[in-house]
């Protein structure tokens, strides 16, 4: 089972209580249901990108994770993320995908955003979490979508690139929570085009909280 959605798109067209501050300017929210935590049923995972009020490029905007148990929407979170504060900012263009990428029953949560990023540079993070002793607990985090190779980047030519990195769901599934599998698609490297692009796997271990 696989749910997904763009905080920024909105498209579910509804919006949830959330943890930012009251009155603050929602943005875009993604409000998904799934069992991803160990309280009876189903949990309401809601993404939801708002304007702190602050006016610097790099606080404007936050994005937020909160993780409600049974009682929707009036229900205190479980869990919290806040990720202006986690990663720096500028952030902005969440998104978040449950899925059960280690194979038992439960579906962890996948989140990845805009982070850190200046004129002319692409880059998206991306965090898998779940449910660990002390609330989210991080099983891997990292870029997915680099590309400092357009001009404007201010780059050195000799170390642009521009590459992403995609989740093989069914070979991380396949090692039960022991890595993480990802397609990786090099476009350019060290500031050379690569014709045609090249394609290779990369695993890395997953985190576990016990
Ligand atoms: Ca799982």
């Known amino acids: ?107 962890e949560i996948v989140v990845s955003m805009h982070q850190g990023e200046t004129t002319g540079i692409t880059r998206i993070v991306m965090e898998i979490l779940r449910e660990g002793p002390d609330g989210l607990f991080l099983c891997w985090s990292g870029p997915v979508r680099i590309n400092t190779a357009g001009e404007p980047s201010g780059t050195p030519a000799g170390e642009r690139e521009r590459w992403s990195r995609e989740i093989e769901y069914s070979k991380t599934g396949a090692s039960r929570g022991g890595m993480v599998v990802f397609k990786k698609t090099v476009q350019v490297a060290a500031g050379v085009p690569v014709q045609p692009a090249a394609v290779v796997e990369e695993s890395f271990p997953m985190a576990h909280p016990r």
């Open 1 to 107: 089972m696989l749910a997904a959605g763009s905080a920024g798109a909105a498209e579910q067209g509804r919006l949830a209580p959330f943890s930012g501050p009251s009155g603050a300017k929602v943005l875009g929210q993604t409000v998904l249901s799934s069992d991803v935590w160990s309280t009876p049923g189903r949990e309401t995972v809601v993404l939801t990108e708002f304007m702190t009020g602050k006016k610097g490029p790099a606080d404007a905007v936050e994005v937020a994770l909160d993780i409600r148990g049974p009682g929707g929407d009036q229900a205190r979170p479980v869990a919290t993320r806040s990720y202006l504060a986690l990663l720096g900012g500028p952030i902005g263009g969440g998104e978040i995908t449950l899925v059960d990428l280690d194979w038992d029953g439960t579906n």
